[in-house]
């Protein structure tokens, strides 16, 4: 069975820094970029990163603003979400989804390129 898991949510004071994880099981990350997305309380769910199944591309939401990093370890089969600085509007679920279907140098923030998805880590950003 595909499994995608997020781990390392928690909460954090504004200012804090979390890495976010998201292990795959059933199946090698190698061939598939990776998206990282959030969804606030009442808003809908909205694009933070993604990385091409090289990790030669990445991209950014404007909103981290060089305060994320991701990043991709497929030896442990694993991608990152580094998070630093992080402010209280960056309190939401954050969700790992999985593609193959783009070229290998490519990566997506659109929710619907994506074919598997994890069922999300709360990160809650609070003094």
């Known amino acids: 069975q595909l499994q995608l898991v997020e781990s390392g949510g928690g909460l954090v004071q504004p200012g804090g820094s979390l890495r976010l994880s998201c292990a795959a099981s059933?199946?090698?990350?190698?061939?598939?970029?990776i998206g990282w997305f959030r969804q606030a309380p009442g808003k809908e769910r909205e694009g933070v990163s993604c990385?091409?199944?090289?990790?030669?591309?990445?991209n950014y939401a404007d909103f981290t603003k060089g305060r994320f990093t991701i990043s991709r370890d497929n030896a442990k089969n694993t991608v990152y979400l580094q998070m630093n600085s992080l402010k209280a509007e960056d309190t939401a679920v954050y969700y790992c989804?999985?593609?193959?279907?783009?070229?290998?140098?490519?990566?997506?923030?659109?929710?619907?390129?994506?074919?598997?998805w994890g069922q999300g880590t709360q990160v809650t950003v609070s003094s």
């Open positions: 989804a999985a593609t193959s279907a783009l070229h290998r140098g490519l990566c997506t923030k659109r929710e619907y390129d994506y074919d598997y």
């Open positions: 990385i091409s199944s090289t990790g030669g591309s990445t």
């Open positions: 059933g199946f090698t990350l190698d061939y598939y970029a």
